[in-house]
Structures are given as C-alpha cells and as structure tokens.
C-alpha cells in the first residue's frame, strides 16, 4: 500500500527565507507527483506537476524536485512572503493501479512578516 | 466559471437522513474524482470516474455511498442514512485524461448531528 509522509508537519520561518519541504513515499513504481497548495477552509490548488520521468518543475519561486527511485520529492520556495502561508500537501498516482491520488497529510506552513 | 465548483458550499444535516452533494468538472475533462478529507489529514480518494462509468469505486467506505456521472459531466454523490462520522469536507476534482494534473473545487463541508 502507498503512503505517503511529508515532514515536517509544521515550520514557521521568517519573510525572505528560502526553505525546503520534504515529501516521500514507499512505491516508486508511481506515475507522477502533485503538489498542492490548501488555504484554511478552502479546495487545493495545484501547484506543480511532475511526470516520473522529469526530475524537476519551475513554476516562479517554487521549484518542485523528484527522486523516484529513492522514494522523495522537495518543494524549494524561494524568498518566501506571508502570502505563502498555507498547508501544502504533496500526493502521488501510482502506475499499475488507479488514477487516484495518494496524499500526505501536509505541512502547515507559516512565513511570519 | 473555469473552475470546478461543488454545491452546496456547508451541508448541516440531521443523523440518518440523506444528502446529496454536486460536482461541477471543467469544461472537457473527462476524469472526475471524489475525495474527502477530515481535520488534519490529507485527502482520501473516494470514487473515480472515467466518463459516465466508475472505474474504481474502492474508496467509498459503505454501501451508504454512492455517486453518478450519467452524462459525464457533472456528477452527485449521494450519502444515504448519514452518521455523525461522515461529517468532513467533500472535494470533487477533474483532470483532462487520467494521469494528468487534477484540479480541485472548494469542497463541501458536511456536518451530520
């Protein structure tokens, strides 16, 4: 069974900083990976997509990477701002299965002025 | 409206009665799914539909859950004698083909007394 961890489940940073969110999963055998962005109260917004054969997207600040074979993907944010803060959920479709997503539980990300 | 959107926005309902929640796709995707999410966790895959037929319904959780897409566009999922455990947030997502980006709605917040 796929699951899928992010860590941490929380970080506050400071405006400006650059940081790192960390995604991984137990089967790699998985089609490709989504990043999503969730406000409080609100649906997910998709964020970056990543085919199991690219190892990386650009979308602006974000910049998504994926590493199949170790099981592990990064969302990097660049120069963060109080906007960024959110719950960002990282989820994965596995090849051979259904076209369903498999999500984290997501880091809660606050970015303080 | 190029989004997906979802009716109604809350849902309070009594125990045991039934509900109905509504899923609007975008325009031309022909993949739609159904997830739900509890406090502080992930989304949790429900049902998927390829066209009018589900093509895995392994995630709904009783026989109390059912959903349609009769003409492959929008699709109603129906939850028959609700129990204060399905009270949790519904988000309804669509892709343009299986295995390509999903975008999500708002969801809809179900509260069962």
């Known amino acids: 069974k796929q699951e899928v961890t992010q860590i941490p489940a929380a970080l506050s940073v400071p405006e400006g900083e650059n940081l790192v969110l960390n995604c991984s999963f137990t089967d790699s055998a998985i089609y490709n990976l989504q990043w999503f962005r969730q406000d409080p109260g609100k649906g997910l917004t998709s964020l970056l997509l990543i085919q199991s054969s690219q190892r990386e997207q650009t979308s602006g600040r974000l910049n998504a990477s994926l590493d199949k074979s170790s099981g592990r993907s990064t969302l990097y944010i660049a120069a963060s701002q109080p906007g960024d803060s959110a719950t960002y959920l990282c989820a994965v479709i596995l090849q051979g299965g259904s076209e369903k997503l498999v999500f984290g539980k997501g880091t809660k990300l606050t970015v303080n002025p | 409206g190029a989004g997906v959107s979802q009716t109604p926005s809350n849902k309070v309902t009594e125990k045991g009665k039934y509900v109905e929640l509504r899923c609007d796709p975008i325009s031309g995707h022909t993949a739609l799914y159904w997830y739900r999410q509890s406090l502080g966790q992930g989304p949790e895959f429900l049902i998927y539909?390829?066209?009018?037929?589900?093509?895995?319904d392994s995630g709904l959780p009783n026989d109390r859950f059912f959903a349609v897409r009769p003409e492959g566009s929008v699709s109603t999922l129906k939850i028959q004698r609700t129990e204060r455990g399905d009270s949790a947030v519904y988000l309804c997502?669509?892709?343009?083909?299986?295995?390509?980006?999903?975008?999500f709605g708002p969801g809809t917040r179900l509260l069962v007394l």
């Open positions: 539909f390829q066209g009018t037929g589900a093509a895995d």
């Open positions: 997502a669509s892709s343009l083909n299986a295995v390509s980006a999903q975008y």
